[in-house]
């Protein structure tokens, strides 16, 4: 009824007062605590896991630029018995949410696949007929030499000591957050470009 009293104040109210003898009205009793509700430690993380798989399969496809609306295949390589049992568990909702079919256990990474790492488990991606490898590869590549170019323009700029003693530490600071955010997507690009080259 408490949790309940914000969206539906008379009806609960009225509830409150008929189910038992109160002194106080619900709407000045105390909350109820989150520590007071049990917490299922496994629960939470096999719904960590989930999701953590989902984010990455999505972020490699992002990465390799892969049609949102296609549908590719996944399989998980080499399964040990727990991610093999949470593969079957949780297929379907694998599938829709990471937006793949099938979603398969093989005893080895298909040709032309990209791997995705996590939480010790490989999972590969074919996109061979999904995406245009060499177009992927130059396209790649091109972003990776946007980053140097922008890298080395920070560098140059943040390597003038006039530059950083006299402009402003917000101005100073942002270039060097700027230098990070590229210097991170680079790694991410180059890590892409090396799972293509392999396939």
């Not at 960590?48 to 399989?75: C, D, F, H, T």
């Not at 256990?105 to 696949?113: E, F, L, M, R, T």
């Not at 791997?115 to 999972?123: A, L, N, S």
């Amino acid at each position: 009824l408490k949790l309940l009293h914000p969206f539906m104040p008379f009806i609960t109210e009225a509830l409150w007062k008929e189910t038992a003898a109160r002194e106080n009205h619900l709407i000045v009793t105390p909350w109820p605590q989150a520590a007071a509700f049990p917490r299922n430690e496994k629960a939470a993380a096999e719904v960590n896991w989930l999701i953590g798989l989902i984010s990455a399969i999505r972020s490699a496809r992002q990465e390799m630029n892969v049609p949102a609306g296609a549908k590719i295949p996944m399989a998980a390589v080499a399964a040990g018995p727990e991610i093999s049992l949470r593969i079957d568990l949780y297929r379907d909702l694998i599938a829709r949410l990471a937006r793949l079919d099938p979603v398969s256990i093989a005893p080895a990474a298909p040709k032309g696949a990209v791997q995705v790492v996590h939480e010790g488990g490989v999972y590969a991606l074919p996109l061979a007929g999904v995406i245009d490898v060499a177009a992927e590869k130059a396209r790649l590549a091109k972003e990776i030499d946007k980053c140097v170019k922008e890298i080395d323009a920070i560098d140059k700029k943040m390597s003038n000591p006039s530059f950083v003693e006299r402009a402003p530490a917000e101005i100073v600071e942002e270039n060097r957050e700027r230098r990070a955010a590229f210097g991170e997507r680079r790694e991410k690009l180059a890590a892409a470009l090396a799972q293509i080259s392999e396939s």
